[in-house]
């Protein structure tokens, strides 16, 4: 994985020693349950899914530069939502965010910054972009990357226990971005 800069924030590989920090917000059930995934019991949760980041090499760690901290994740997923769109070159975006860090832009932040990593160093064709319907932040920060909504589904999260919830699926074309 390639490094990503931007003002506030350094997007880089995960580390085996970020896990207090991932552990700080994944606990929080206002977290995970968004994102849909169980929150983490302990720290030993935590350093488990740093190993599978690592091993996926598709989910950045959010440092905040000024704090050396690392406040959330995003990633770049191998996901194709609409079957007919499936011979584009594309990915999903999926983030989260610890709490004490909402409300300051950084989320849009780092997801302009891997629209633009996507589209003119991967050359990506379309990026996705989802939501569950009861997660009006990420709608917010989805509305204003500039993603368009295209469809909702129901779907079945089975690390929750297959909740059934709406998916909203937003996504934007390469020649929408640049």
């Not at 009861?134 to 226990?161: M, Q, W, Y």
């Amino acid at each position: 994985m390639k490094n990503l800069y931007t003002e506030r924030l350094l997007l880089r590989q995960w580390k085996e020693d970020d896990s207090n920090d991932l552990y700080e917000y994944a606990k929080s059930d206002l977290v995970g349950h968004n994102a849909g995934w169980p929150i983490h019991e302990n720290e030993e949760k935590s350093k488990e899914i740093i190993q599978t980041f690592i091993k996926n090499n598709d989910t950045y760690a959010i440092e905040l530069k000024s704090k050396k901290k690392v406040i959330g994740s995003i990633g770049l997923h191998n996901r194709k939502p609409d079957k007919t769109l499936e011979h584009l070159n594309q990915k999903e975006i999926g983030y989260a965010l610890n709490p004490k860090f909402w409300g300051h832009g950084f989320i849009p932040e780092a997801v302009n910054q891997l629209l633009n990593y996507g589209f003119n160093e991967l050359n990506l064709d379309l990026i996705w972009c989802g939501h569950y319907d009861f997660n009006n932040r990420s709608k917010r920060v989805i509305e204003k990357c500039g993603f368009k909504f295209r469809f909702a589904r129901k779907e079945k999260l089975v690390l929750l226990d297959n909740k059934e919830v709406t998916e909203l699926y937003y996504n934007i074309f390469k020649e929408d971005f640049i």
